[in-house]
């Protein structure tokens, strides 16, 4: 008897979408996962094998879309929260990347 998918959706914020660097952060981390992730545009498809950078880049996402996000395997629910936070972070692009610099520093006045 298998699992039900784990199953997440989340809106696209970065300022370009899901371009190519996006589209090639999203994969590497899906790969980094044994379990079978896909993704899609709307909930009932139609679905794309989130580990070949190909295809998320055909995507062509733009800032506002909804990605919808399926996994089933042993670690499904922790690629499904790893996804959903890089998408969440606008895939470490911007002042909101990991590890960025803030151009203000607080309570500093200029």
Do not use: C, Q
């Amino acid at each position: 008897m298998s699992e039900a998918p784990i199953r997440a959706e989340i809106e696209i914020t970065n300022p370009t979408g899901l371009h190519a660097r996006p589209a090639v952060k999203l994969t590497k981390l899906a790969k980094s996962f044994g379990a079978s992730i896909e993704l899609a545009f709307a909930a009932d498809g139609p679905w794309i094998d989130a580990k070949s950078v190909v295809k998320v880049m055909a995507l062509k996402a733009p800032r506002g879309a909804i990605l919808y996000f399926s996994a089933s395997g042993t670690d499904a629910a922790l690629a499904i929260a790893a996804l959903s936070d890089l998408v969440r972070r606008d895939f470490d692009e911007g002042p909101h990347a990991a590890g960025g610099r803030s151009t203000a520093e607080p309570g500093h006045v200029g």
